[in-house]
C-alpha cells in the first residue's frame, strides 16, 4: 500500500513558480513510476509529467521548458518545480504512483493541491 501526499499548492500570479512536493509512504518508493497530473474545472485530468525508476522523463507539450520533475528516492519524496506560470496551468494537481506488484501493476493517488494562476 502507497500513501501520497502532496503539498505546496497556492495561489501565484502568471510569470512566478511554485514547487510541489509528493510524500509518498511504503517501502521501495524507487520502484515506483511517479507522475504529475492535473484536472481543470471541467476538464479532463491529464498528466503532466511522469518519471521512472531510473530517472527518465516525459512531459505534456504545454508545460516542456517550464517545469521540472523529479525525485529524491532516499526521502521518498516526487517533486515538480514549476516556472513560468501561466492562468491556464491553474488546477488541481494530483500526484500519481505505479508500482510493480507482480503479476499486475498498482496506481495509488494523492488527494490533490490547489494551484491558482492569477492573471
Known amino acids: 500500500q502507497v500513501q501520497l501526499v502532496e503539498s505546496g499548492g497556492g495561489l501565484v500570479q502568471a510569470g512566478g513558480s511554485l514547487r510541489l512536493s509528493c510524500a509518498a509512504s511504503?517501502?521501495?518508493?524507487?520502484?515506483?513510476?511517479m507522475a504529475w497530473f492535473r484536472q481543470a474545472p471541467g476538464k479532463q485530468r491529464e498528466l503532466v509529467a511522469r518519471?521512472?525508476?531510473?530517472?527518465?522523463?516525459i512531459y505534456a507539450d504545454s508545460v516542456k521548458g517550464r517545469f521540472t520533475i523529479s525525485r529524491d528516492n532516499a526521502k521518498n519524496t516526487l517533486y515538480l518545480q514549476m516556472n513560468s506560470l501561466k492562468p491556464e496551468d491553474a488546477a488541481v494537481y494530483y500526484c500519481?504512483?505505479?508500482?510493480?506488484?507482480?503479476?499486475?501493476?498498482?496506481?495509488?493517488w494523492g488527494q490533490g493541491t490547489q494551484v491558482t494562476v492569477s492573471s
Open positions: 500519481h504512483a505505479l508500482r510493480p506488484d507482480w503479476p499486475t501493476t498498482r496506481e495509488y
Open positions: 511504503g517501502n521501495d518508493f524507487s520502484i515506483n513510476i
Open positions: 518519471i521512472t525508476s531510473g530517472g527518465s522523463t
